[in-house]
């Protein structure tokens, strides 16, 4: 990202809207925007592979391996305002199991993009698929959106989920409803 071309962008931007650049609460506000967006979609110049950084383990565990509440902050594509929530992530493992902290930098790698809830959930969900090759996936999330709580139709209370179920999940009612169950559960 050229950062200084962005600072330029954000002084306009500020004068657009009928704001001086020049006046003091503003005058470092175009050099925050754009070392914040830079942060917000830092996992267009981020590389899966190494991310995950060899941490596929072998393991004799055929379990199921549950991750809840994982944080998670994205920005709308469509309006550029951000949607938070929760992630949760559960797999199969079959002989490897991927390192815990893994699922929440997979997490973090897709959600710092532009963003559709619909799809970063299946992005997270093939991710954890491709790099642990599990029996099954299982993905929900649980995300408020500032684009439907500010503007729009003004709906503070409302939280969408979506998820994302493969392999396993998908197919054997019995594993999706393990999974769905341990995702409701009260907290440890």
Do not use: W
Not at 75 to 87: A, D, I, K
Not at 129 to 155: L, N, T, Y
Request: aromatic letters at 6%; one cysteine or more; proline letters at 2%.
């Amino acid at each position: 990202m050229d950062r200084q071309r962005v600072k330029a962008l954000i002084s306009e931007l500020l004068k657009e809207v009928g704001e001086d650049p020049e006046r003091e609460g503003l005058k470092k506000t175009p050099e925050r925007v754009a070392r914040t967006l830079e942060y917000l979609t830092q996992g267009y110049h981020q590389d899966l592979t190494t991310l995950i950084n060899g941490a596929v383990f072998s393991s004799s565990s055929n379990n199921m391996v549950l991750v809840r509440d994982i944080e998670v902050y994205s920005l709308c594509e469509h309006h550029l305002l951000p949607f938070f929530g929760r992630c949760h992530i559960g797999y199969v493992a079959r002989g490897r199991v991927l390192g815990v902290s893994k699922l929440a930098r997979i997490v973090d790698f897709y959600a710092r993009r532009l963003q559709i809830q619909e799809n970063l959930t299946g992005q997270i969900a093939k991710a954890v698929m491709e790099a642990a090759a599990p029996e099954g996936v299982g993905v929900v999330m649980e995300c408020r959106h500032m684009c439907m709580m500010m503007r729009g139709v003004s709906k503070q209370n409302s939280v969408m989920g979506t998820s994302c179920l493969l392999g396993s999940f998908r197919k054997n009612g019995a594993t999706r409803l393990e999974f769905l169950n341990l995702i409701r559960r009260e907290s440890v």
